[in-house]
C-alpha cells in the first residue's frame, strides 16, 4: 500500500514537472532576439523543444537533490549504512534506454528543421591538393548545389570591414536586403576565416579566404538588424559590424538606383580608433594588423 | 589510532620535519610527492588565470573597450584559456591522479618512477615560458586558444620570436608530458594492480583517470602535430594552413579538435570519478549502478573521439558531416547521463553528512546538468548555427570547466586534505569557500547563456550597450569568483601550519587509499594489501565502519 502512494506520488510529480517544463519551454521563445527570417522560426521551435527536455531533466534531478538534503540527513556522527542497495538491473536499462531514445528523437528534430532551412550551398567545399600540383584541385561535394535565389550579392570581409557588391555594381558597406525574397550571399573574406552572424536571422557561417561560400537567406520582417563578425578575426574584431537594412522590394530597388548615383559613406570604426591615441587604462601598444591606407584617407574626409 | 603517529614510523622520518618541505621542491620519483608537484604548480597557475579573467570581466563591465587597449585584450582571453585548460585543470587532474592512482590500486608508486617525474618537470618550464611571452616587446599570443591559422600566423614583422611562437613551444611541451604522463598512468593501472584488485574491484576513479589517459594516448598526438605544423608555418614558411598559398586552415580545425573536444572529457572525467566517490562516502551508500558508472567512462571514450566536428557545424561543413556528428555529439549524453543518475540514486534515500567535499560534489554534479543539457543543445545544428560563437558556448563550456570540474577538484582537495597532509582542514572556511564559490560562479557563468542567446559574439572587448546589463551581472559575479578563493587559501595554510592531526579515515570511507596512513608512508603500504571486498560497500553491513559517536572527539 506504502509504495502504491509512493508510485502514485512519482506520477503527479512527473506530471507537475511536464507541465512546468512545457511552460519554460514555451518562454523561451522570449529568450531569442526577433524573428527576422522564414528560417528563424523554426531554429525557435527547435530551441523551445529543447529547453522543454532540459528543463524537465534538470528540475528533475535537482528537484531529488533537494529533496534528499531536506529529508536524508544523518545525524551527527552516524556513519551507519543509509541503504545496502547497489543497483537496480532494469532501473538501469530504464536510464540508458531512455536518454538514447531521446537524443534519437532530437537529432530526428534537428535533422527535419535543417532540411527545412535549405539556406546554404558549398560551392568548392572539398579542397583536394597534391604536392605534384601548382594549383589546388576542387571538387563539389554532393548534394551542395548552390539554392536557386531571386538576387545575389557578393560579400567581402576584410581586417577591418565588409563590403557589398550588388547586381548593379554598387558597392556599399551596409548590406540591404528586399523582404521575402531569396537572396544569395555569395561570401569571400580576403585575409583571414570570418564569420558571417546576424543573431535575429539565426544563421551564422564561416568565411574561408579562397573558398566560395553561399548563404541563401530569406528576409520576412523589414527593420534594421546588425551583422557581425562571429570569428575572432584580430585586434578590432569588436568593431566588425555592419547595418543591415531589410526592406520592400520597391525600396530595395529605389536605394540600389540611389546608391549607383550616390555612393554612401559610413566612417570605419576600426580606422576611427587606429589613428586616435588609445584611451584605455592600460596601454599594451603591441602590434596590430594596420587598417589599409586608403581606408585611412577614406576615413580622414570630413 | 596509528595514523597520529605514522610519520614517526615512515623511513623516510628521520630527516622530518626540517627536510620535509624541501622534497616537493626535489626531483622526486615518489608518486606523492609528484602529486603534490602538479596540484601546487596547477594551483598558482588557476591564480594566473583567474586574475587574467577579472581583467576580462572588468573590461567587460561596460561596453567600451576602457581598461586594457585591444591588443592586450586578445592577448589576455588567450592566455587565461590556455593556462586554465593546459597548465590548471589538465596538470591537476595529472596530480590528483598521481597522488591517488597508485594508494587506490595497492601499488607501491606509478610504474615508471623517473619517467613520472620527468613528466611533470616539463611543465613549470613549459608554463613559464608561456608567461615569460607578456615580456615580449609585442607581447603574448593573441588568437585564443584555439590558435586558427591564418590569424595565428599573423606576426610582428621582423620578430622571429613572437608571443605566438612561444605560445606552440609552450604548448608542445606541455603536450609530449601528458603524452608521458599518459603512457604511464595506463601501464599503473594494467599492470600494477594489488592482488584481488580485479577492474571491477576499482574504484570509479580509476576508472575515469584510465578513460582519460586513453584519450590522451588517442587524440593528443593529433594537437601536437597540428602545434608543430603551425610552427613550421610561423617560422620556416611552409604552407600547410595558409589559405592563400594553397594551404587549408580548416585542416588545421579538425586536427585541433580531434583533440581538444575530447580534451573536455579527459578534464571532465577525473572529476566524473571524484563525485563517484566523495558521494557514497557522505551519503553512506554503494555507489548505485557501480558497473553502469565504470562502463559509461569506456563509453564516454568511445563516443568523444567521434564528436570533433560539432565545433566545425559553421565552417563550410558539408550537410552530411554536420548530420553525421550531430548525432555522434548527442550520443555523449547517454554515458554522460547514466553517470548523473547513478549520482542522484546514490544520494537517494541515504544519510548524508554535508562536509565541504559533499557541498562541492553535490553542487558541481547540480551544476553538470545545466552543462550537460547546453552541450545537447549546442549538438543540434540548427541551434548551434545561431549560437556559435556567441557567449552561450562560453556560459556552456564554463559550466563544464568551473562549475562542474573546478568544483569537482576543490571537492577533492578537501577530501583528501587529511590524507594527503594528515592534517583536517577547518569546516567553517571550508563552507564559506563552497557558498562564495557556488553563488559567485553561477552569478558569472549563468548571464553569459542569455547573452548568448541574445547574439553577443565571444572574445569582443567592448559590445552593444544593450547587453550591459547581464555583463555587469557576470563581472560582478567574476570578482566575488575572485574573492573567494582567500578563505580557501586561508584555510589551506592555515590548517597545514595549525590543522587538527587527521586520523587515518576521518570519513568512514572505502577505498584502499583509507587504510594506510595519513600521509601515507614511502612505500604506500606496510605490507602490499590484498583486495577481497567490492567498491563502496558502504551498505553491506558486514563491512561498513560503524563506529562510537564520539569517534572523532576521542582521536581530536
New interface residues.
Given amino acids: 500500500m506504502v509504495r502504491f502512494w509512493e508510485y502514485l506520488l512519482i506520477a503527479g510529480l512527473i506530471a507537475v514537472l511536464l507541465v512546468v517544463s512545457h511552460w519554460i519551454g514555451q518562454q523561451a521563445y522570449a529568450w531569442m532576439p526577433l524573428e527576422a527570417t522564414a528560417e528563424a522560426q523554426k531554429v525557435d521551435d527547435l530551441f523551445s523543444f529543447l529547453v522543454s527536455i532540459g528543463a524537465f531533466i534538470i528540475l528533475g534531478l535537482v528537484a531529488m537533490m533537494v529533496y534528499s538534503i531536506l529529508f536524508f540527513r544523518a545525524p551527527k556522527y552516524d556513519y551507519s549504512e543509509g541503504h545496502p542497495s547497489r543497483g537496480d538491473l532494469k532501473l538501469e536499462i530504464l536510464w540508458t534506454a531512455i536518454p538514447t531514445l531521446l537524443v534519437l528523437w532530437i537529432a530526428f528534430q534537428g535533422f527535419n528543421i535543417y532540411q527545412q532551412l535549405d539556406v546554404l550551398g558549398l560551392r568548392q567545399i572539398v579542397h583536394l591538393h597534391t604536392p605534384l600540383e601548382s594549383q589546388p584541385a576542387y571538387a563539389i561535394a554532393t548534394g551542395e548545389k548552390p539554392k536557386p535565389a531571386a538576387e545575389t550579392i557578393e560579400v567581402f570581409v576584410k581586417q577591418w570591414d565588409w563590403s557589398f557588391r550588388y547586381p548593379n555594381n554598387v558597392t556599399s558597406n551596409e548590406l540591404h536586403l528586399p523582404v521575402n525574397l531569396r537572396t544569395r550571399l555569395n561570401m569571400h573574406a580576403k585575409d583571414v576565416l570570418h564569420s558571417f552572424y546576424v543573431p535575429e536571422f539565426r544563421l551564422q557561417q564561416y568565411i574561408v579566404p579562397g573558398r566560395d561560400i553561399d548563404l541563401v537567406v530569406t528576409p520576412t520582417r523589414t527593420g534594421k538588424y546588425k551583422l557581425k563578425d562571429a570569428l575572432f578575426s584580430g585586434t578590432y574584431f569588436a568593431l566588425m559590424d555592419a547595418n543591415v537594412q531589410v526592406e520592400s522590394l520597391e525600396q530595395y530597388n529605389q536605394w540600389l538606383t540611389t546608391a549607383e548615383q550616390e555612393p554612401t559613406t559610413i566612417k570605419n570604426q576600426a580606422v576611427a580608433e587606429y589613428t586616435q591615441p588609445p584611451k584605455t587604462l592600460f596601454k599594451s601598444g603591441w602590434y596590430t594588423v594596420a587598417p589599409n591606407q586608403t581606408a585611412i584617407a577614406q576615413n580622414a574626409v570630413p | 589510532m596509528e595514523s597520529i603517529t605514522r610519520d614517526q614510523d615512515s623511513p623516510t622520518s628521520q630527516n622530518e620535519p626540517e627536510n620535509k618541505w624541501r622534497r616537493y621542491f626535489s626531483f622526486s620519483t615518489d608518486h606523492k610527492v609528484i602529486g603534490v608537484q602538479y596540484m601546487v604548480m596547477s594551483f598558482l597557475f588557476f591564480l594566473v588565470g583567474g586574475l587574467l579573467a577579472m581583467l576580462i570581466r572588468a573590461e567587460l563591465i561596460t561596453p567600451a ?8 585584450y ?2 589576455l582571453f588567450t592566455l587565461h584559456g590556455t593556462i586554465m585548460i593546459f597548465l590548471w585543470i589538465i596538470p591537476f587532474n595529472a596530480g590528483i591522479s598521481n597522488y591517488l592512482v597508485p594508494l587506490m590500486l595497492g601499488a607501491r608508486d606509478m610504474a615508471f618512477p623517473l619517467l613520472n617525474a620527468i613528466s611533470f618537470w616539463m611543465i613549470p618550464p613549459g608554463g613559464i615560458l608561456l608567461l615569460s611571452s607578456f615580456l615580449l616587446p ?2 603574448t599570443a ?3 586558444w584555439w590558435s ?1 591559422p ?2 595565428s600566423l ?3 614583422p621582423g620578430q622571429p620570436i613572437n608571443g605566438e611562437f612561444i605560445w606552440i613551444v609552450s604548448l608542445v611541451i606541455i603536450g609530449i608530458s601528458s603524452i608521458i604522463g599518459a603512457v604511464n598512468f595506463v601501464t599503473t593501472i594494467f599492470w600494477m594492480r594489488a592482488p584481488g584488485m580485479t577492474f571491477f574491484r576499482m574504484p570509479v576513479f580509476v576508472w575515469s583517470v584510465l578513460s582519460a589517459q586513453l584519450l590522451q594516448l588517442v587524440n593528443l598526438p593529433s594537437l601536437t602535430g597540428a602545434l608543430i605544423l603551425l610552427l613550421f608555418d610561423l617560422s620556416l614558411g611552409t604552407q600547410f594552413f595558409k ?2 598559398e ?1 594551404g ?3 585542416i588545421y580545425q579538425h586536427l585541433f579538435w580531434f583533440y581538444s573536444h575530447p580534451a573536455v572529457y579527459i578534464m571532465a572525467l577525473p572529476a566524473f570519478g571524484i563525485f563517484a566517490e566523495v558521494l557514497p562516502a557522505f ?10 558508472l565504470a562502463v559509461a567512462s569506456l563509453g564516454i571514450v568511445v563516443v568523444s573521439i567521434f564528436v570533433w566536428v560539432h565545433h566545425m557545424f ?3 561543413t ?3 558531416m ?2 553525421l556528428f ?2 555522434t555529439s ?2 555523449v ?2 554515458p554522460t ?2 553517470k ?2 547513478g549520482w ?2 546514490t ?8 562536509e565541504t567535499p559533499m557541498l562541492f560534489a ?1 553542487g558541481g ?2 551544476m553538470f ?2 552543462g550537460g ?2 552541450g ?2 549546442l ?5 548551434d ?2 549560437v ?3 557567449y552561450f558556448i562560453v556560459g556552456h563550456f564554463h559550466y563544464i570547466v568551473f562549475n562542474t570540474i573546478t568544483m569537482a577538484i576543490f571537492a577533492a582537495i578537501y577530501f583528501w586534505f587529511p590524507k594527503i597532509t594528515g592534517r583536517m582542514y577547518a569546516e567553517g572556511w571550508g563552507k564559506l569557500h563552497f557558498w562564495l564559490t557556488f553563488i559567485g560562479a553561477n552569478l558569472t557563468f549563468f548571464p553569459m547563456l ?1 547573452l548568448g ?3 553577443m ?8 550597450p544593450r547587453y550591459q546589463g547581464w555583463n555587469v551581472v557576470a563581472s560582478l559575479g567574476g570578482f566575488l569568483l575572485g574573492v573567494s578563493i582567500l578563505p580557501f587559501i586561508a584555510n589551506i595554510v592555515g590548517s597545514l601550519l595549525y590543522g587538527t592531526r587527521a586520523v587515518n579515515n576521518p570519513w ?1 570511507a572505502t577505498g584502499l587509499e583509507w587504510t594506510t596512513t595519513s600521509p601515507p608512508p614511502q612505500d604506500n603500504f606496510e605490507q602490499i594489501p590484498v583486495v577481497k571486498r ?1 567498491p ?1 560497500d ?4 558486514k563491512y ?4 562510537p ?4 572527539q576521542q582521536e581530536n
Fill in positions: 573597450s576602457n581598461v586594457v587597449d585591444r591588443p592586450l586578445n592577448g609585442n607581447g593573441q588568437s585564443g586558427y591564418p590569424i599573423q606576426i610582428p589559405p592563400l594553397n587549408d586552415p580548416i551519503s553512506r551508500n554503494p555507489l548505485f549502478g557501480y558497473r553502469s559553421t565552417s563550410a558539408p550537410s552530411w554536420r548530420m550531430m548525432v548527442m550520443l549524453a547517454v547521463g547514466v548523473a543518475f542522484t540514486a544520494i537517494w534515500k541515504s544519510k548524508l553528512h554535508l553535490m554534479a547540480a546538468l545545466l543539457v547546453t545537447v543543445m549538438a543540434a545544428v540548427p541551434f548555427i545561431h556559435h560563437n556567441t542569455p542567446l541574445q547574439g559574439v565571444r572574445r569582443i572587448s567592448s559590445y552593444d568512514h567490492p563502496y558502504y551498505g553491506d553491513p561498513s565502519v560503524i563506529e559517536p564520539d569517534y572523532h
